[in-house]
């Protein structure tokens, strides 16, 4: 059928049938980029509004802005710009903005892959290319639905901000650097469904791509604040945050990622006519003769399908986690020269380095937990490509095949866990001279382990009960990452669903192990209730 494809191509125009493919995937979208862009809008207005309540008084302003100088703080969160005259709107940019931008960056990058390598993969793309539809045609109607999407993000966000009567102007600035990000990351994934023959390959290599973005602009904050260094300009978060949203806007920042993504969409179609339909430019490595008689098994086919996901967010999670552990002893001088900040942390160097690495493990379990959820992903894709109903017309039970990808994604993110604690202990011992914290950053990044597998249950669940709904899974990862960073300022109760609020922020606190065993059993009752369910509904093919 690919041979008919291609003869049928010759006498069609290269956009032929555009508009019909860019109906089909908006009317596809139309639910899960309403759950989006409510989601975002709605964690954002709520976010503004607990910050305009917490920080009211000058003083509290003041505090805030010496915190947010801090080079830790600097890497998670931007280049701190108005931190002389903070405002709520400047917090919003500083401290809110970039945690906007990774959404709606994955979700670009999943709206493409979706429609341009996961529907390739599994054929539909080419029963539709067998009719008179251009070559072109589906890249264009991937890129809309991803456009889409960015924009009704960043227009109800927009809206959000204006209902926290913040500055129409800063507002404009930030949801078009949130827009610009969006952009940027549809065209990485553009590109990347064309280099590579699977879905997972293609969201494996955009979110690593994301990840080379976010430690470019944190490495270059750090070492020149306020966007003076030139790593800062080489990520689309460095141009989105060089607006100077609420401060002193500036637009022209925003050219530079309308630019770049528009070279990359022209890449994109540059490339789609220089391969075969099915196929991707990178080859596929072939294993070599000996390697089936060592791997065999589940185990064995899902670890050499997922190797390179592993290895991409492993390295993220774990070189984030370095970098964190070897600002430590800058953050804890800083902390000690501001006297004002010994209200906001506990006493003594170490105290303040536990307050913030208690913070920050949870952040990187929720990057761990996010793997998880794209392991199990990688399971649906599988199933929707038909491959996964060939491998179980042998002998093969339903609880194995899945089992084994969520017993890999499961092993996997502890052993990302636990390398991360260790090498940010290492990395904090030397920065502090304190040998004690590698024991306890190790034991740190454990005692996350059973909220990062609640996160893996969950997505198990959707899997085997609503496979179609996915897209719950990453609102509800959003959801959880949020509430982790900004737990404290949200109304009470909203954290009430993730699990990281019942674990024990160590090691700024005292080991309690009563939540940390009900975490383990709810995670193992998800995962075992996921795959008890799985083995009862149809599978595709």
Request: net charge positive.
């Amino acid at each position: 059928m690919t041979v008919v494809a291609d003869r049928r191509q010759d006498s069609v125009g290269e956009l032929a049938g555009t508009r019909h493919l860019v109906r089909v995937a908006l009317r596809l979208d139309r639910w899960r980029t309403a759950i989006w862009a409510v989601a975002v809008a709605g964690l954002t207005q709520v976010s503004v509004s607990s910050l305009s309540q917490v920080y009211s008084s000058p003083e509290a302003l003041a505090g805030r802005a010496q915190l947010i100088s801090s080079p830790a703080a600097t890497a998670l969160a931007g280049p701190g710009y108005g931190l002389d005259n903070y405002t709520i709107g400047a917090m919003t940019a500083n401290e809110l903005g970039l945690w906007i931008m990774i959404p709606v960056a994955i979700l670009a990058l999943l709206t493409v892959t979706r429609h341009l390598r996961a529907q390739e993969e599994d054929g539909r793309l080419e029963l539709v290319r067998s009719a008179p539809v251009g070559r072109d045609a589906p890249v264009v109607a991937g890129l809309v639905a991803a456009v889409v999407a960015t924009l009704a993000v960043g227009g109800l966000t927009f809206l959000a901000l204006l209902s926290t009567d913040l500055d129409p102007v800063g507002s404009l600035a930030l949801t078009g650097g949130i827009v610009m990000v969006g952009l940027v990351f549809a065209g990485v994934s553009a590109v990347a469904s064309q280099l590579t023959a699977h879905a997972r390959a293609a969201t494996s290599l955009g979110m690593a791509v994301l990840g080379v973005a976010f430690l470019l602009r944190a490495v270059g904050d750090v070492r020149g604040p306020q966007s003076t260094s030139v790593l800062t300009w080489l990520s689309p978060f460095g141009w989105a945050q060089a607006t100077r949203a609420y401060v002193d806007e500036r637009f022209w920042p925003l050219a530079i990622g309308v630019v770049v993504a528009g070279a990359l969409v022209a890449v994109a179609f540059r490339l789609v006519g220089r391969r075969d339909l099915g196929t991707g430019l990178v080859a596929e490595r072939l294993g070599r003769p000996r390697a089936s008689a060592r791997l065999t098994g589940m185990v064995a086919l899902t670890l050499r399908r997922q190797a390179g996901s592993i290895l991409a967010w492993g390295v993220a999670i774990v070189v984030m986690g370095a970098f964190i552990g070897l600002l430590a002893g800058e953050l804890v001088n800083f902390i000690a020269d501001e006297p004002q900040l010994a209200q906001i942390f506990p006493t003594g160097p170490n105290g303040a380095a536990a307050s913030a690495f208690a913070l920050y493990v949870v952040f990187l379990a929720v990057m761990a937990g996010a793997y998880a959820a794209t392991g199990v992903g990688a399971a649906r894709s599988e199933e929707v490509a038909v491959r996964g109903a060939i491998v179980l017309a042998g002998p093969v039970s339903r609880a194995r095949w899945l089992g084994s990808q969520v017993g890999v994604a499961g092993v996997a993110a502890v052993v990302m866990m636990l390398v991360t604690g260790l090498l940010m202990g290492v990395m904090a011992a030397v920065s502090l001279g304190d040998q004690s914290f590698v024991g306890r950053l190790v034991g740190a990044a454990a005692v996350t382990l059973p909220a990062v597998g609640i996160i893996l249950g969950v997505a198990v669940v959707v899997m085997a009960v609503a496979p179609r709904a996915f897209g719950v899974v990453w609102a509800y990862v959003t959801y959880v990452g949020v509430v982790g960073l900004f737990g404290p300022l949200l109304p009470d109760g909203s954290d009430v669903l993730s699990p990281f609020t019942y674990t024990p922020q160590l090691p700024a606190e005292a080991m309690d192990w009563p939540p940390v065993l009900a975490l383990s059993v709810v995670a193992v009752a998800l995962i075992g209730g996921g795959l008890a369910a799985f083995r009862r509904r149809d599978v595709l093919g």
